[in-house]
């Protein structure tokens, strides 16, 4: 089997994280991770330390790079506003672009990874199951910009594009914006702790609409599958878990498994609570020897707030990917005290 070799772009985040991890054990691969910021956890990839928006610092990095042959771009710099993201989210894509084509002869594919913010479920209730080929809500968003722009340079070009769209990506990394893992983790230990029944944070609406989810790990199966596959160059595709649920009913689980009851619907400010409970979270973290994770590290209250505060359906089509070859799938109700019991495991909860 001709070996691989994969550029993960964001290689600390979650997605990036897990895209790694799935990556590197696959001996068809090797796999490089570039990020700002060093390795907080032991890999087998190549890693380099780069600030996509920096064009020249790309350029200087990347130019010894021409093994080359499949990128994963799961890098995202968050800004106050979703207009403020458009400009430097695709000047960090083009800049990868322009220092890597002239290196890496071999290159085969460049894969987006976006969300269902595509479809504008950040915006209020929207058409669902959402479908790649619904028309787009008339917003800001880079998921557009670098779309477009990534289509239109691949015109007359050997290499593929393709783009994956999850929702409620579930895994675990440090200071990631939208790790939704390590919210609820913290925040059933916190309860835990304090002897409180583990009440639903967000909006009673939210608590009883449809929702899905992603494994991370999952994910990036599906990213690495979706990159080789033939069938599935230059397109788009939705990719989450493969079922549906309501926080309602999966809360139970999620509270059994802190030995907590499940509580009815509090709606808190998750920014306000997190920020007040740094202190608790240290008390924690002291009295069950957990790894030295600040609060801060590991959850985003203001993320969290937008989480469960969507009161409507939140699904996204996956037929097209079944179509294509994709028939894998993760029950979520069981995914989520699976994945809390490995935070358990590695000391990052009590």
């Not at 449809?210 to 160059?233: D, H, V």
Request: charged share 20%; glycine share 8%.
């Amino acid at each position: 089997m001709a070996k691989k070799t994969a550029l993960v772009l964001g290689a600390l985040g979650v997605v990036g994280r897990a895209t790694m991890t799935h990556l590197a054990a696959r001996p068809e691969w090797e796999v490089i991770g570039l990020s700002r910021r060093a390795p907080d956890f032991e890999t087998s990839a190549r890693f380099l330390q780069v600030d996509l928006s920096d064009a020249t610092a790309c350029r200087d990095a990347l130019r010894g790079l021409a093994d080359v042959t499949h990128v994963f771009f799961c890098a995202y710099a968050p800004r106050p506003t979703y207009e403020a993201e458009v400009d430097v989210n695709l000047a960090m894509l083009q800049n990868l672009t322009a220092a890597l084509e002239p290196a890496a002869s071999g290159l085969a594919h460049i894969q987006l990874v976006h969300g269902s913010k595509w479809y504008g479920c950040h915006l209020g209730p929207y058409k669902t199951p959402a479908r790649e080929d619904d028309p787009r809500p008339d917003i800001p968003c880079f998921y557009f910009a670098q779309q477009d722009w990534l289509e239109a340079h691949q015109r007359g070009r050997d290499w593929t594009w393709s783009a994956v769209r999850p929702h409620g990506i579930c895994g675990f990394a440090v200071g990631s914006p939208i790790s939704q893992l390590t919210n609820l983790a913290a925040f059933g230990a916190i309860s835990a702790h304090l002897g409180l029944p583990l009440s639903f944070p967000g909006k009673p609406g939210a608590f009883t609409s449809l929702y899905q989810t992603t494994e991370a790990s999952f994910l990036a199966e599906a990213m690495a599958w979706i990159a080789t596959a033939p069938q599935c160059a230059n397109e788009a595709y939705n990719v989450t878990n493969g079922d549906i649920f309501r926080w309602e009913q999966l809360w139970p689980a999620v509270a059994d498994f802190f030995g907590i009851e499940p509580g009815p619907v509090r709606t808190l400010d998750l920014a306000v609570f997190m920020a007040e409970k740094a202190a608790v979270w240290e008390d924690i973290r002291a009295t069950h020897g957990l790894r030295d994770y600040r609060l801060g590290d590991l959850t985003n209250g203001a993320w969290a707030n937008w989480l469960y505060g969507t009161d409507y359906d939140i699904v996204s089509s996956t037929s097209k990917l079944r179509q294509a070859g994709w028939h894998r799938m993760v029950d979520s109700e069981a995914m989520y005290p699976r994945l809390l019991q490995g935070l358990r495991d590695q000391r990052i909860i009590p």
